[in-house]
Nanobody, 123 residues
């Protein structure tokens, strides 16, 4: 298993930006497809974005497409989520996760999860 630690969350006004980071340890990071998910209060955890092992392929939820960018640095064992034009409905705890599978974001495909970082967007 790979261990994951998210950081970068916080409070931001609507229209602002944040960059989340997820540092991995324990296994070869480049072996894993990485994803970001989020869970808003009272709602189920949902897919946000996923990136391939090399970083050459990405896939986004429609709700964040054009505003969020997922990227990774395999030399630093880190995956990022750049969030621009934030909206109050983006408020959630954001989790990164790892999978050995070719996944486009099904939660069940991901076997390693971080503890989450909270993002609050004020209107």
């Amino acid at each position: 298993q790979v261990q994951l630690v998210e950081s970068g969350g916080g409070l931001v006004q609507a229209g602002g930006s944040l960059r989340l980071s997820c540092a991995a340890s324990g296994r070869t990071f480049s072996n894993y497809r990485m994803g970001w998910f989020r869970q808003a209060p009272g709602k189920e955890r949902e897919f946000v974005a996923v990136i391939s092992r090399s970083g050459g392929s990405t896939y986004y939820a429609d709700s964040v497409k054009g505003r969020f960018t997922i990227s990774r640095d395999n030399a630093k064992n880190t995956v990022y989520l750049q969030m621009n034009s934030l909206k109050p409905e983006d408020t959630a705890v954001y989790y990164c996760a790892a999978t050995n599978l070719f996944s486009r974001g099904s939660l069940a495909d991901f076997h390693s999860w971080g503890q989450g970082t909270r993002v609050t967007v004020s209107s």
